[in-house]
């Protein structure tokens, strides 16, 4: 039966049937799924991870929870990606890897950030250069 948990920081959350919350060195509570687990990044901040999925962390020492039969990659800023099962990652100029989910595409806008872009989903630039998701 679903129960709540509160966190250090005053925020409930709701823990699923079977499942367990835990917290972080940042006082946030975090629901973990039945047969799955929870990591804790060197930034304080836990993570919750799928049955069959694990945890990466980056440079940064954010922890990133990555599905099962997914990877990680980690960008030139330090950062991780969680890319999921069959994805690909794109990095764009600024050095961030983005996660591209199997059947989407990445665009890249003038101000060097890259975008997952959608199956079904185009993107268009505006005048600053920022790529936006349109259906």
Request: hydrophobic share 30%; glycine share 26%.
């Amino acid at each position: 039966m679903p129960h709540k948990l509160t966190g250090r920081d005053g925020v409930s959350v709701t823990i699923p049937a079977g499942g367990h919350g835990l917290q972080g060195r940042d006082g946030r509570m975090v629901a973990i799924p039945k047969g799955g687990h929870g990591l804790e990044g060197r930034d304080g901040r836990m993570v919750a991870i799928r049955a069959g999925g694990h945890g990466l962390q980056g440079r940064d020492g954010r922890m990133v929870a990555t599905p099962k039969g997914g990877h990680g990659l980690e960008g030139k800023d330090g950062r991780m990606a969680a890319i999921p099962a069959g994805g690909h990652g794109l990095q764009g100029r600024d050095g961030r890897m983005v996660a591209i989910p199997k059947g989407a595409h990445g665009l890249q806008g003038r101000d060097g950030r890259m975008v997952a872009i959608g199956p079904g989903k185009y993107g268009v630039e505006d005048e600053k250069g920022r790529i936006r998701v349109k259906r």
